[in-house]
């Protein structure tokens, strides 16, 4: 019987992505690869998985089964969802997926069943009420003040009413509003992201940041409509890992790079768009470390537009995907797990 396995890459899809790559790929000796200061440096999981691609092709005697490839775009738009749409994991099995961290050593890999990140939405509130002169705030209601006040509220979220065992949290990380000292706005917008690791506190958390902002912007004298998610940007469900996809990982990832080489890794708040596959089938999200401890400084971290990707981490992170492929179709044909003997050294 044959067995289908998925192998995802993420790619980012945003503005400048072909700018990026054209730029790196005709850089000269004084030009440094623009790529290599890309956001989140997404670009390199596609490489690695082109240099996986044509490892397995070129090995030997073949499992019987299916390894399919994924290049999925817009992973911060949740381009995992459309591809669902698309049939990407029709009559698929599992699925494994990877992200670099510039906070994990170069060489090593870090991994955990369970939760591994954050389910995440976003939401955004348009604060209305009256505007006026900033010198007679009695004939106007004071915007700015009653949009502080929101955002004071919503803070009591995770502090009053969440279980200090369930990790949680609400930012407001957008304020826009008025344009001059003296005058005080008729209208104020704020935005921001909330996170948990289950979708019944991600739930709660959508329903009760809507009533808390509605509420307090009713007791300032002020109207608020609140909107959330839209299909361009869906929210996320927690990256939960299959545990026996764990087992294997860790069978595979110990073979190939030693029991020192394989760490435990912590729960991270930040969402993660494979989540959606793995509503749907078994599946495994690991971390590759890509942090160069000879450097002197703390290396950028994602998100900077000062990251700097190591290439040095390809290498490993396409001999591990392929062996994680190659075993598991394996162990899929025996029923048994394959020990050091079977294993397909790529390194």
């Given at each position: 019987?044959?067995t289908?396995?998925?192998?995802?890459?993420?790619?980012?899809?945003?503005?400048?992505?072909?700018?990026?790559?054209?730029?790196f790929?005709?850089?000269?000796?004084?030009?440094?690869?623009?790529?290599?200061?890309?956001?989140?440096?997404?670009?390199?999981?596609?490489?690695?998985?082109?240099?996986?691609?044509?490892?397995?092709?070129?090995?030997?005697p073949?499992?019987?089964?299916?390894?399919?490839?994924?290049?999925?775009?817009?992973?911060?738009?949740?381009?995992?969802?459309?591809?669902?749409?698309y049939g990407?994991?029709?009559?698929?099995?599992?699925?494994?997926?990877l992200?670099?961290?510039?906070?994990?050593?170069?060489?090593?890999?870090?991994?955990r069943?369970?939760?591994i990140?954050?389910?995440?939405?976003?939401?955004?509130?348009?604060?209305?009420?009256?505007?006026?002169?900033?010198?007679?705030?009695?004939?106007?209601?004071?915007?700015?003040?009653?949009?502080?006040?929101?955002?004071?509220?919503?803070?009591?979220?995770?502090?009053?009413?969440?279980?200090?065992?369930?990790?949680?949290?609400?930012?407001?990380?957008?304020?826009?509003?008025?344009?001059?000292?003296?005058?005080?706005?008729?209208?104020?917008?704020i935005?921001?992201?909330?996170?948990?690791?289950?979708?019944?506190?991600?739930?709660?958390?959508?329903?009760?940041?809507?009533e808390?902002?509605?509420?307090?912007?009713?007791?300032?004298?002020?109207?608020?409509?609140?909107?959330?998610?839209?299909?361009?940007?869906?929210?996320?469900?927690?990256t939960?890992?299959?545990?026996?996809?764990?087992?294997?990982?860790?069978?595979?990832?110990?073979?190939?790079?030693?029991?020192s080489?394989?760490?435990?890794?912590?729960?991270?708040?930040?969402?993660?768009?494979?989540?959606?596959?793995?509503?749907?089938?078994?599946?495994?999200?690991?971390?590759?470390?890509?942090?160069?401890e000879?450097?002197?400084?703390?290396?950028?971290?994602?998100?900077?537009?000062?990251?700097?990707?190591?290439?040095?981490?390809?290498?490993?992170?396409?001999?591990?995907?392929?062996?994680?492929?190659?075993?598991?179709?394996?162990?899929?044909?025996?029923?048994?797990?394959?020990?050091?003997?079977?294993?397909?050294?790529?390194?």
């Open positions: 019987m044959s289908n396995l998925k192998i995802s890459a993420l790619q980012s899809v945003v503005t400048g992505v072909e700018w990026c790559w054209l730029e790929a005709s850089f000269g000796p004084a030009q440094p690869p623009l790529f290599e200061r890309h956001a989140r440096g997404l670009f390199p999981l596609v490489v690695r998985l082109l240099i996986r691609h044509n490892d397995y092709q070129e090995s030997g073949k499992p019987l089964g299916t390894v399919v490839l994924v290049f999925q775009p817009a992973e911060e738009g949740g381009g995992a969802k459309k591809m669902i749409e990407s994991i029709d009559n698929v099995q599992a699925i494994f997926g992200h670099n961290d510039p906070l994990v050593p170069l060489g090593q890999v870090a991994c069943p369970g939760p990140a954050a389910g995440s939405g976003r939401f955004q509130a348009e604060i209305s009420g009256k505007g006026g002169h900033a010198a007679i705030p009695q004939h106007a209601i004071d915007l700015i003040l009653a949009a502080s006040n929101v955002i004071v509220s919503l803070q009591q979220l995770v502090s009053r009413e969440s279980d200090p065992l369930d990790s949680q949290v609400v930012t407001v990380a957008k304020f826009q509003g008025g344009g001059a000292f003296n005058v005080i706005p008729d209208s104020v917008a935005g921001g992201t909330f996170r948990a690791f289950s979708v019944k506190s991600l739930l709660y958390l959508k329903q009760r940041i809507e808390v902002i509605v509420g307090q912007a009713a007791v300032q004298r002020c109207n608020a409509i609140v909107t959330f998610n839209n299909e361009d940007m869906p929210m996320y469900p927690p939960v890992n299959d545990k026996e996809l764990h087992k294997h990982f860790q069978r595979v990832a110990v073979d190939m790079l030693g029991t080489k394989v760490t435990d890794y912590n729960p991270v708040m930040g969402g993660e768009d494979f989540s959606f596959y793995q509503e749907r089938i078994p599946g495994y999200f690991f971390i590759l470390g890509t942090k160069d000879a450097a002197q400084e703390r290396p950028a971290l994602l998100h900077s537009p000062y990251y700097n990707f190591n290439e040095y981490s390809l290498p490993v992170g396409a001999a591990l995907h392929a062996s994680l492929a190659v075993r598991y179709l394996l162990e899929s044909q025996t029923g048994n797990p394959t020990g050091n003997e079977h294993r397909h050294d790529e390194l």
